[in-house]
């Protein structure tokens, strides 16, 4: 049997190559023995799949790369690196993580050690304290905000930050949310805590979820969603709401 990680992340990659930090996760993945990453080539049109074969061939038991064709956008991305993981690799928790390391790979592996017994999912909240550093444009903090509120009050439980790109799942929890394709392909984490709460209930989500303030999240720029999808992204969510609706009513 194939000895078990403690931790596998996956790295949805869209037209990376040049904000791929190699050495930060080349000095990661020296650290920590136990830890895979999977990238997902989401069909770049630029060498970013050169540049994770690289990583690959630097730590071939550490790295694992899938390239789709055609770009599907994070959801499906994310989506192909679980079910990979699932399916090849044997793990006690599968994260996701986005390819900017605004939130970094060492945080990530430290909100992971979160889960246990009780706890099935934890996430990484940006939220600002006196004692931590989140940098991120104003105008983004904003509209952060008003889609929060309203992602809040949708999923019915008090939650800051669904759309931190940080997420830790544990691993049978995720073959269950995983399993099926999501209807929006940016707002993919909100259908995730529609799973999560069809599973166990709101009730209960405030024991098996932990939502951890980061001590950093750096804003890299050149996000990948436009802007014009704010506009786009209240239809999605109404979809979304009324996708899930419907299947709790059934």
């Avoid at 049978?172 to 166990?200: G, P, Q």
């Amino acid at each position: 049997m194939t000895q078990q990680l403690e931790l596998s992340i996956v790295i949805p990659c869209y037209n990376e190559a040049k904000r791929l930090d190699v050495a930060q996760i080349s000095q990661f993945l020296k650290n920590q023995a136990n830890v895979l990453l999977c990238f997902v080539d989401d069909g770049s049109k630029d060498n970013t799949l050169e540049v994770l074969h690289n990583l690959k061939n630097n730590f071939p038991t550490s790295v694992e790369v899938i390239s789709t064709v055609k770009n599907g956008g994070k959801a499906a991305a994310v989506r192909t690196g679980v079910l990979h993981c699932n399916q090849q690799l044997n793990q006690k928790h599968v994260a996701y993580l986005d390819a900017d390391l605004a939130t970094s790979l060492e945080e990530c592996y430290e909100i992971s050690q979160q889960i246990n017994t009780t706890v099935v999912f934890a996430f990484g909240s940006r939220i600002s304290k006196i004692d931590n550093q989140i940098d991120r444009k104003l105008y983004r903090f904003y509209v952060g905000r008003i889609i929060a509120t309203a992602i809040s009050q949708q999923l019915g439980i008090t939650v800051y930050d669904t759309q931190c790109g940080c997420k830790i799942i544990e691993n049978e929890l995720s073959k269950k949310i995983f399993k099926e394709s999501f209807i929006s392909k940016w707002l993919f984490d909100v259908e995730l805590f529609h799973r999560i709460i069809a599973i166990y209930g709101k009730d209960k989500m405030h024991q098996i979820c932990r939502e951890i303030p980061l001590k950093k999240w750096i804003d890299i720029g050149e996000s990948k969603v436009q802007f014009t999808y704010f506009f786009k992204l209240w239809l999605d969510l109404f979809t979304i709401g009324k996708t899930y609706k419907t299947k709790r009513n059934k």
